[in-house]
C-alpha cells in the first residue's frame, strides 16, 4: 500500500511545517503526530496480514502446480519412446537435473512470485493515481523517467537469458552423474583426474557465458541506480519551483514524491525477482514441451488391437529393415526374414553388432522398423495395442534390472495388471529355481534385493529376473544373451531355469555361447543384418560355413 504511505507522509511534513513556538500549532502537532503514528501502525498491522494471506494463498497454491508438474514431467519422461533415451541430450543426468532443477524453477513466475507480481502490480496502479490525482505536474516528470528504466530492465533481462546456464550445466551432470555410477571402473583404471578435467571443461563453458553476459547485467543494474537517483534530483528541482509559485502545498510535494518513492520500493523489491522468473519462463517452456510432446510410439495409448482370442505367440519378421535413429546412416537389418512357430524355440547367433539384439527390441516394439514387418499372430505389431502386445511378451536380458525393494515384490512387478499372490510368486520362483535360495535367507521373499539388485550374487539376480517373466505367464519368451555374463556354474543352473521357462512358449533367444541353443528348434544365423544360415544344430555342422566356424572357435577356447 505505498500510495498511503505516501498520503500518510505528505501528511506528516504538512504536521512538522507547523510552528511549534505558537501555543495551538504545537497542541495540534503533538496531536496530528499521534495520528500520523497510528495509521502507520494500522498500517503495518495491515500490511503484515496483507503479506500473510498472500505467502500462504500463493506459496500453497505454487507448490500445488509444482507437485503437479512434476508428476505429469515423470509421466512424460515414462511415456518417451526407448529412441528418446538412445540421444545423448537425455542421459540419465540430464534428465534428473531436468525434473528436479526445471520444474522448481518454474515456480519463479508461480506461486509468492506471482502474489508479489499480483501486489507490485496493485501498488504501481494506485500509486500513479493518487500521484496524478495530488499533482499531475510533478508526476508527468518523474514519469518521464520511466522508459529508461524499462530499457535497462529489458537489458537485464536479456543479459539473464544470454547467461542462462541449464542447458550447459547438464553436460557437467552428466560427466558427473557418469563418473559416479561407474566409481570403481574409474578407480581401477586411475582416470579420476581425467574425469575431473572433462567435469572442470564441461563446468568451463557456463562460466564463460556468464562472464561475457555479466558485463550487460552491471551495465543495465548501474543504468536502473543512475536513472532513479537523475529522477529525484530533478523532482526535488522541479518540486521546489512549484513550490515557490504556489503551484503546488509542500503536503502535496511530499505526498507526490513519497507516493513515487514507495511505489519505486515496491517495485525495485519485485524486481529482485526478475531472474527467477526469466529462468522460469525459459524452464516452463522446455517442461511444456516434454509433457506434450506425444511419441509414435505411446506406451500410455489405448489405441490400437486387442484381439480377443488367446494369443499363440507366432513372430514373423518379414523383410525387415532398419536403422536406429541415432544412427540413421548406419542400416542394422536388411531385408531380414525370421518366421517362429508357437511353441517353437528359435536361436540367434551371430557376430556382435550384427542385429540379434535389435530384433527383440523390434519384437518388443521399442522402435519401429523402417520397411517390412514385424507381426505377432498375424497382425502388425504396428496395429495392436502396445500394453497389449508387452503384456504378452516375458523378456530376460543380459544385465538385468532388479529395483530397491523385497524380492517379492519385484517378482510381483512382472504382472502390474492385478494384485499376484504370494502361490504365485512362489510357483514363479520355484520354476525359475530360485525359491530354494530364497527360502534359505533370513527373512525369505521379504529380504531387499537392494539398488539394483546388488545385494544378490549375478546368477541369483538372473533368476530372480526369470521369476518376474514368468510371473505374468507370457506366451512369447525374449532371452537376450541371458547367461553370457555367467560363471559356468551360474550358468548351468540359470540355463535348467531358462528351459524350463521355455516349454511351452514361442522362445526367441539370442545366445553368445553356442552350447546353450544347440536344442534349439532352429539357429537362424545373422551376419550384417541378414540371416545367412538357419537350420538345427547339426544340420548348420553340416554346411561348414559361418556357423560351423563360430562352433568350433569356441570348442577350441574351452578346450
Not at 504538512?14 to 513556538?21: F, I, M
Not at 532371452?479 to 528351459?499: C, G, N, P, W, Y
Request: overall charge positive; some cysteine; hydrophobic content about 40%.
Amino acid at each position: 500500500m505505498p500510495f498511503l504511505y505516501g498520503l500518510i507522509m505528505g501528511r506528516l511534513f504538512e504536521t512538522l511545517s507547523y510552528d511549534p513556538d505558537i501555543e495551538d500549532e504545537r497542541e495540534e502537532m503533538k496531536d496530528d503526530a499521534i495520528k500520523w503514528a497510528i495509521a502507520f501502525m494500522i498500517i503495518g498491522v495491515g500490511t503484515g496480514l496483507g503479506i500473510l494471506f498472500q505467502w500462504w494463498m500463493f506459496a500453497k497454491s505454487g507448490e500445488a502446480l509444482t507437485r503437479r508438474l512434476r508428476r505429469q514431467t515423470f509421466l512424460a519422461l515414462m511415456r518417451q519412446e526407448i529412441s528418446y533415451f538412445d540421444n545423448p541430450k537425455n542421459s540419465t543426468g540430464a534428465l534428473c537435473q531436468r525434473l528436479s532443477s526445471e520444474v522448481s524453477a518454474v515456480q519463479g513466475a508461480t506461486g509468492s512470485q506471482l502474489g508479489f507480481i499480483s501486489s507490485a502490480l496493485c501498488s504501481i496502479t494506485g500509486g500513479v493515481l493518487v500521484s496524478f490525482l495530488t499533482s499531475w505536474k510533478l508526476s508527468l516528470l518523474i514519469t518521464a523517467f520511466a522508459p529508461v528504466l524499462v530499457v535497462s530492465g529489458v537489458m537485464f533481462t536479456k543479459a539473464l537469458g544470454a547467461s542462462n546456464r541449464e542447458n550447459m550445466e547438464e553436460d557437467a551432470a552428466k560427466v558427473a552423474e557418469e563418473t559416479i555410477a561407474n566409481i570403481q571402473t574409474v578407480a581401477s583404471l586411475c582416470r579420476e583426474e581425467e574425469f575431473f578435467e572433462r567435469y572442470r571443461t564441461a563446468m568451463a563453458v557456463p562460466y564463460r557465458k556468464a562472464k561475457k553476459s555479466s558485463h550487460l547485467m552491471g551495465l543495465a543494474t548501474g543504468l536502473t541506480y543512475c536513472i532513479v537517483n537523475f529522477a529525484f534530483a530533478a523532482t526535488f528541482r522541479y518540486g521546489a519551483k512549484l513550490l515557490v509559485d504556489y503551484d503546488i502545498t509542500l503536503k502535496e510535494m511530499m505526498t507526490t514524491i513519497f507516493t513515487y518513492l514507495a511505489t519505486a520500493v515496491v517495485v525495485g523489491q519485485q524486481s529482485s525477482f526478475t531472474p527467477d522468473y526469466a529462468k522460469a519462463k525459459i524452464a516452463a517452456q522446455k517442461v511444456f514441451t516434454l509433457i506434450n510432446y506425444v511419441p509414435s510410439i505411446d506406451n500410455q495409448s489405448e489405441d490400437g488391437m486387442k484381439p480377443q482370442e488367446k494369443c499363440k505367440g507366432e513372430i514373423k519378421l518379414n523383410q525387415v529393415g532398419f536403422r536406429y535413429p541415432t544412427r540413421r546412416r548406419i542400416k542394422v537389418l536388411r531385408n531380414l526374414n525370421i518366421t517362429v512357430k508357437p511353441g517353437q524355440t528359435i536361436a540367434l547367433v551371430g557376430t556382435s553388432g550384427c542385429g540379434k539384439s535389435t530384433t527383440v527390441s523390434l519384437v518388443e516394439r521399442f522402435y519401429d522398423v523402417i520397411n517390412g514387418s514385424v507381426t505377432m499372430d498375424a497382425h502388425n505389431v504396428k496395429d495392436l495395442n502396445i500394453k497389449w502386445l508387452r503384456h504378452q511378451i516375458g523378456i530376460v536380458s543380459q544385465e538385468p534390472v532388479l529395483f530397491d525393494m523385497t524380492i517379492r515384490e519385484n517378482i510381483a512387478y512382472g504382472d502390474t495388471t492385478r494384485e499376484v499372490s504370494d502361490k504365485e510368486i512362489e510357483q514363479a520362483a520355484r520354476s525359475a529355481n530360485i525359491h530354494q535360495f530364497i527360502a534359505s535367507l533370513p527373512k525369505g521373499y521379504d529380504t531387499m534385493a537392494g539398488d539394483k539388485g546388488t545385494l544378490i550374487s549375478g546368477g541369483q539376480k538372473q533368476r530372480v529376473a526369470i521369476a518376474r517373466a514368468l510371473i505374468r505367464n507370457p506366451k512369447v519368451l525374449l532371452l537376450d544373451e541371458a547367461t553370457s555374463a555367467l560363471d559356468t556354474e551360474s550358468e548351468k543352473v540359470v540355463q535348467q531355469a531358462l528351459d524350463n521357462a521355455s516349454v511351452g512358449r514361442t522362445t526367441l533367444v539370442i545366445a553368445h555361447r553356442l552350447s546353450t541353443i544347440q536344442h534349439a528348434d532352429c539357429i537362424v544365423v545373422i551376419r550384417r543384418g541378414r540371416a545367412v544360415e538357419r537350420g538345427t544344430h547339426e544340420q548348420l555342422l553340416a554346411m561348414k560355413g559361418i556357423y560351423y566356424a563360430l562352433h568350433k572357435v569356441q570348442s577350441m577356447s574351452q578346450k
